[in-house]
Each structure stands twice: as C-alpha cells, then as structure tokens.
Nanobody, 127 residues
C-alpha cells in the first residue's frame, strides 16, 4: 500500500500563487507516476498534471500549462504542484494520486487508472 498526504492548500486572491505538496509513504517503490487532480461539487474529478517517477517527464492539462509546474523529490517521496496566476475557476479540492503501472507509456489523465489517493486539500481563489 501507498499512503498519500497532501498539504499546502488555502485561500488566495486571484493572480496569486500556491504550492501544493504530496508526501508518499509505504510501498513507494510501486509508484510509476504521480498526478494531481481537482474536483468541484457536482463535477467529475479533472486531471491537472502528472509526473513520471523515473525520468521526470511532466504532463499538464491545457488550462494549467504555463501557470503550473509539477516536480518531485524522489529522496523525500514528495511531489509538488506550484500554481501561479491563479483564477477563481481554479477553486477546487485538489487530490494527489499515484499510479503503480510501470508499463504505461506516458501518464494517464483518467482518475480510475490511479491506484492510490490522498484525502484532498482545498484551494480557494477569490476574485
């Protein structure tokens, strides 16, 4: 099993920045990629960004390209999501997830293909 704990959410004004962290513990050797998703009430969970654990290739949803950076610290088993120029529409609960499939080419943007999830952290962007 892999346990994921997010932190770093909060309230920020539009145009501001936040850095989310996700610390992994347990059988972290199983992790092939880690991703960030977000969800608002009544909507499906939406892919934000992901990073391959080996090699560090990164992937972003179009709305976050140029405004966010996903990175990892393998020694700390931690993934970060730096978000800049935040907009009110970025308001959501942000979830960290881990994919254990080593055979996947690239990353998946589908939440059902991730095996482990954190509890989520609220990000609120005020206008």
């Amino acid at each position: 099993q892999v346990q994921l704990v997010e932190s770093g959410g909060g309230l920020v004004q539009a145009g501001g920045s936040l850095r989310l962290s996700c610390a992994a513990s347990g059988r972290t050797f199983r992790i092939a990629a880690m991703g960030w998703f977000r969800q608002t009430p009544g909507k499906e969970r939406e892919f934000v960004a992901a990073i391959k654990w080996s090699g560090g290739s990164t992937y972003y949803t179009d709305s976050m390209k140029g405004r966010s950076t996903i990175s990892r610290d393998n020694a700390k088993n931690t993934v970060y999501l730096q978000m800049n120029s935040l907009k009110p529409e970025d308001t959501a609960v942000y979830y960290c997830a881990a994919d254990k499939d080593p055979r996947r080419v690239g990353v998946s943007t589908q939440p059902e293909e991730y095996d482990y999830w954190g509890q989520g952290t609220q990000v609120t962007v005020s206008s």
